[in-house]
């Protein structure tokens, strides 16, 4: 599975911007999707997953009240709709893939096994 992430950018604070997520593979509706985000000189986290099927998700409590993460399995695209940006949203957003087995989502990046390369977002102050 081949994952390009887009749509990132400089913003300004409380700006919105959506990323996307195209993937490659025909059977894009057997996999979790997820997106992870990795700040300047800093760990990479988790922020949000779905479902297969898009009928779940799963975000990080830092995120969940200002970020939906959605799909479109008929376009093979991931979404991540992030709302009131702020500064300490700046990284290089990325999105992974893993196949589905259960309906479980994992906000560890060990558990995806393909990967984008990355997107960056910076939002100024």
């Known amino acids: 599975v081949q994952l390009q992430a887009s749509g990132g950018g400089l913003v300004q604070t409380g700006d919105s911007l959506r990323l996307s997520c195209a993937a490659s593979a025909r059977t894009f509706s057997r996999y979790h999707m997820g997106w992870f985000r990795q700040p300047p000189g800093m760990e990479r986290e988790f922020v949000a997953a779905?479902?297969?099927?898009?009928?779940?998700?799963y975000y990080a409590d830092s995120v969940r009240s200002r970020i939906t993460i959605s799909r479109d399995n008929a376009k093979n695209t991931v979404y991540l709709q992030m709302n009131s940006l702020k500064p300490e949203d700046t990284a290089n957003y990325y999105c992974?893939?893993?196949?589905?087995?259960?309906?479980?989502?994992?906000?560890?990046?060990?558990?995806?096994?393909?990967w984008g390369q990355g997107t960056l977002v910076t939002v100024s102050s």
């Open positions: 992974a893939a893993e196949l589905a087995r259960d309906n479980y989502l994992s906000a560890y990046a060990r558990a995806y096994r393909y």
């Open positions: 779905i479902t297969s099927s898009g009928r779940s998700t």
